[in-house]
């Protein structure tokens, strides 16, 4: 049997490529921003502005951040030098009427070192009606004049609210590009992650199903070599569970040569023993013949088709009450599984007998619940000791071994219930209810 894989290149291979490609769409972003983007535009303020602030004058600004006096203990710094600044420093002083030596203009220099700003920088300026001889100073810029008592008054522009104009471009060219490269990196993602999904997926179908088809999967290399060995660990644990059904149809159709001869070897018995034998040999046949069928229908598992799980119980509870017994199920939603009509029928009718037999009455209910299909049947007998709520389950066991067949049965029902809640990938359990009576709940994945 052939695995069915074609790997492609391996998953080591695919994330360095994936990362490759997010580098270099990085550096192409972060290229295309540096060129295409404007450089930010600076703000400047004439040597009146800035005065008139220092008089205590209110002045507003549609376009640049308003300018703000304030007070401190020391001079601003760092204090810019040039051949300009001792005009401007005079100027200040001139008009404000104080000494030069106590203005002080700080800022950063070379902040604005772009070409493009200082074409930008003129064409503002000249926008503005300034004359070449008006002096101003470029933001940012603190300038700080000594007063008497030693402090310093300092004129700044206010500290910005939020993100300037050019800050608020570059967040919006980068949510741009991560939009644009988000489908780029779905796509990796997704391919990246659908093959282990897929395997999964074909895990989870093999605990329903171990006749179910080999895993067949394209994706990397490290992929294939996990499906190879899954598909091979399937093919050994379906020929294990096929040896061991086999062993025990062997055994069970064997012992019916033996059972034979005992019986003809009784005819000589006197007659109150020979009805005693009879009987255990009785009870021998038909664990033997359940035993068969049991191993028949593990064999040969029905097709799974979709099935509506409330008709059914509904179904069987009708038929039930037509011969007398007490069984009814509860009104609710219609729920659709895959499944084998007749494993699931075997299964409910199973439980609906036990309950009638051992509890006097069955009520059912079908519902869903976290993605199961879940069937719960009530009846209103003693339940079960916690300790054997497990017990019961395994084959051939009876809580009363003294109990007659025809009120006990061979033991082999809730095993079988349990065999098929299995196979379809679900499970049953048994809960005593707490005003008194049993409830049987099969869990069964939609």
């Known amino acids: 049997m052939k695995s069915g894989v074609r790997p492609t290149a391996s998953l080591l291979v695919q994330l360095l490529t994936l990362t490759g490609l997010t580098l270099v769409a990085a550096w192409a972003m972060s290229t295309l921003l540096l060129f295409m983007l404007p450089p930010p535009s600076p703000d400047f303020y004439r040597l009146s502005e800035i005065e008139r602030t220092f008089r205590g004058a209110e002045q507003t600004f549609t376009e640049r951040r308003p300018l703000e006096l304030t007070s401190q203990a020391q001079s601003p710094s760092p204090r810019l030098e040039g051949r300009s600044i001792p005009v401007l420093r005079d100027k200040i002083a001139e008009d404000l009427g104080v000494q030069a030596s106590d203005v002080v203009i700080a800022g950063e220099r070379g902040r604005f070192s772009d070409r493009r700003v200082g074409r930008i920088l003129r064409d503002r300026v000249a926008r503005a009606g300034m004359s070449d001889e008006e002096h101003f100073l470029i933001e940012p810029f603190a300038v700080g004049v ?17 993100l300037n104009d050019w ?16 489908p780029v990196a779905w796509v990796f993602a997704r391919r990246l992650s659908k093959p282990i999904q897929v395997f999964a997926d074909a895990a989870e179908r093999l605990g329903r199903d171990p006749r179910a088809p080999p895993l067949a999967l394209r994706g990397p290399a490290e992929i294939g ?4 060995a899954f598909n091979e660990m399937q093919k050994r644990l379906l020929r294990y569970v096929e040896d061991r059904t086999a062993m025990m149809g062997a055994i069970a159709h064997d012992l019916r040569t033996p059972l034979t001869r005992l019986r003809f070897r009784i005819e000589s018995l006197p007659e109150e023993q020979r009805a005693k034998y009879a009987a255990d040999l009785d009870q021998m046949e038909e664990m033997i013949t359940a035993t068969l069928a049991f191993v028949r229908d593990a064999s040969r598992p029905g097709e799974r088709t979709p099935l509506e799980l409330s008709s059914l119980v509904e179904s069987l509870c009708d038929e039930m009450s037509e011969t007398g017994a007490q069984a009814e199920v509860e009104p609710g939603e219609k729920v659709v599984l895959e499944g084998d009509p007749m494993a ?5 009718a199973n439980l609906l007998e036990n309950a009638v037999k051992f509890g006097g009455r069955a009520r059912a209910r079908v519902f869903r619940d976290a993605g199961h299909a879940v069937v719960e049947i009530d009846d209103d007998g003693p339940g079960i000791p916690p300790q054997e709520a497990e017990k019961v389950f395994e084959p051939f066991y009876r809580r009363e071994p003294s109990r007659s067949r025809q009120t006990g049965g061979i033991g082999l029902g809730l095993a079988v219930v349990r065999s098929i809640a299995r196979g379809h990938g679900g499970d049953v359990n048994l809960v005593n209810r707490a005003g008194g009576g049993l409830t049987a709940r099969v869990e069964l994945p939609l």
Do not use: E, I, N
Request: glycine content about 4%; hydrophobic content about 55%.
């Open 146 to 162: 000594r007063q008497p008592d030693g402090r310093w008054a300092v004129v700044r522009t206010r500290a910005p609210v939020g």
């Open 167 to 182: 800050q608020q471009r570059v967040v919006l060219w980068f949510a741009l590009s991560a939009m644009a490269m988000s």
């Open 344 to 348: 699931l029928r075997r299964l409910v």
């Open 225 to 228: 070599v996990a499906a190879r």
